[in-house]
């Protein structure tokens, strides 16, 4: 039966027979499920750690007798319901991005039938694919590369965070934020001020403007606002001496980051990529490859998610390697 807190969260987004199947998964199994796909007409499929569990109406099939569940334009239609809190337009802007985003910062990804306005997806119709992604928060994921970004007790330095996806980016960044705000002991660092843009509320997880996630005593959240916005209310409003976002990808996120670093703010992120050629070859980015991040942290999944392949420091030179 199923005890993991993530996972219980999320099922209540999902329709009563498919929550119903869910629950009979292992709790060896469920600690590492990290996506539950519903695709109309296939069968209801969970994933983790590399592997696919492929359900029936009595659970994993591999331990349960039966056919698969498959799912059906019904399950779909309810999820989307349950996912909107019954108000498909109040997330209009969501559905057009691909995804909402849910309480506990789970993200639920959807295709179907894109609808265009002047060659821009105005939204999404015809729903027949959710991608339920279950966040996870794992105190002390940052442990291992926290001597890297502390540059001293009262400072640390701009950091990038490369990663592919899945592969653990802003659970690292949400422990390294953690961490930095309420202090780390053993570097005899000092606590600092952290202005946390968590555009897709990811992070935090913020219900009605609280925190679910520990994002540490001295974080200030500004959820669900687009990062250069976010970035520029944070320095003008709250004085923080960090601030942290996570997929950076736009020309105005890369120009607020610089205006933070200028107002003398130091700036922790993540963009999408496998290497370091990736973050170079971003022509939307090109303002901050002027050696503004004094750390560039490379992840993967290839021993597991949350691998650390590389650390570069400025003039992007490598201070460690898997």
Not at 223 to 244: F, L
Not at 255 to 264: Q, R
Request: glycine share 8%; aromatic share 6%.
């Amino acid at each position: 039966m199923i005890n993991n807190g993530n996972m219980s969260d999320i099922l209540k987004y999902m329709p009563a027979n498919i929550s119903s199947i869910l629950v009979k998964l292992p709790d060896s199994i469920v600690e590492h499920v990290e996506e539950v796909r519903l695709r109309v007409g296939r069968p209801l499929i969970a994933a983790g750690s590399g592997k696919e569990y492929v359900m029936g109406s009595m659970g994993w099939l591999e331990a349960a007798k039966g056919e698969p569940y498959i799912v059906t334009v019904e399950d779909i239609k309810s999820a989307v319901q349950l996912i909107s809190n019954f108000s498909v337009y109040s997330v209009e802007d969501e559905i057009r991005n691909g995804f909402i985003t849910v309480s506990g910062g789970h993200r639920v990804g959807l295709c179907g039938r894109a609808v265009l306005d002047n060659n821009k997806i105005r939204t999404i119709k015809d729903i027949s694919f959710l991608n339920y992604r279950i966040a996870k928060q794992i105190i002390g994921a940052a442990d291992k590369v926290m001597n890297y970004i502390i540059r001293s007790p009262d400072s640390i330095y701009n950091t990038l965070i490369i990663s592919p996806p899945q592969c653990g980016k802003t659970t690292l960044l949400r422990d390294i934020i953690r961490q930095l705000s309420d202090g780390v002991e053993r570097y005899s660092f000092r606590g600092r001020k952290i202005g946390l843009v968590d555009e897709r509320n990811e992070i935090a997880a913020c219900c009605f403007g609280r925190p679910r996630n520990d994002i540490g005593i001295r974080t200030d959240v500004m959820d669900s606002c687009p990062k250069a916005e976010g970035i520029i209310i944070m320095i003008r409003s709250m004085s923080p001496e960090i601030i942290a976002t996570d997929e950076i990808g736009r020309r105005e996120d890369g120009e607020a980051i610089i205006d933070a670093i200028n107002a003398g703010v130091k700036v922790i992120t993540t963009i999408h990529g496998n290497d370091i050629e990736d973050f170079l070859r971003k022509g939307s980015l090109e303002s901050l490859r002027k050696d503004l991040f004094e750390r560039i942290i490379i992840m993967s999944r290839r021993n597991g998610v949350g691998t650390i392949e590389k650390v570069y420091a400025e003039n992007y030179c490598e201070i460690y390697s898997a």
